[in-house]
């Protein structure tokens, strides 16, 4: 089974940055495209952005141009640089592979951005 854990999370102030990022235990890492997901109380999981294994990205309406997605596929490591930060993205972080492309690994415990002041 597939270990997924995220990273980076906290609480920041409107207008802030947090970096967060996200290790996966599976060896073909590099062959999957990857998506990060948040979750905030009382809604559905939403898709923020995605990225396939050579790195091209695609981001949610509400994050483009603010959110940044990386990956490192040395490190199995995926990252979700946020910027311009508002309350509404106040949410619990995720990533797993692109649910576009195939079935999802195990969830992780995801990682809490609160942003208030």
């Known amino acids: 089974q597939v270990q997924i854990v995220e990273s980076g999370g906290g609480l920041v102030q409107p207008g802030g940055s947090l970096r967060l990022a996200c290790v996966a235990s599976?060896?073909?890492?590099?062959?999957?495209?990857m998506g990060w997901y948040r979750q905030a109380p009382g809604k559905r999981r939403e898709l923020v952005g995605t990225?396939?294994?050579?790195?091209?990205?695609d981001y949610s309406e509400s994050v483009k141009g603010r959110f940044t997605i990386s990956r490192d596929n040395a490190k199995n490591t995926v990252y979700l640089q946020m910027d311009s930060l508002t309350p509404e993205d106040t949410a619990r972080y995720y990533c797993?592979?692109?649910?576009?492309?195939?079935?999802?690994?195990?969830w992780g415990q995801g990682t809490q951005v609160t942003v208030s002041t």
């Open positions: 797993n592979r692109d649910l576009s492309h195939g079935s999802a690994w195990n």
């Open positions: 599976e060896l073909m890492f590099s062959s999957y495209d």
């Open positions: 990225i396939t294994g050579r790195g091209r990205t």
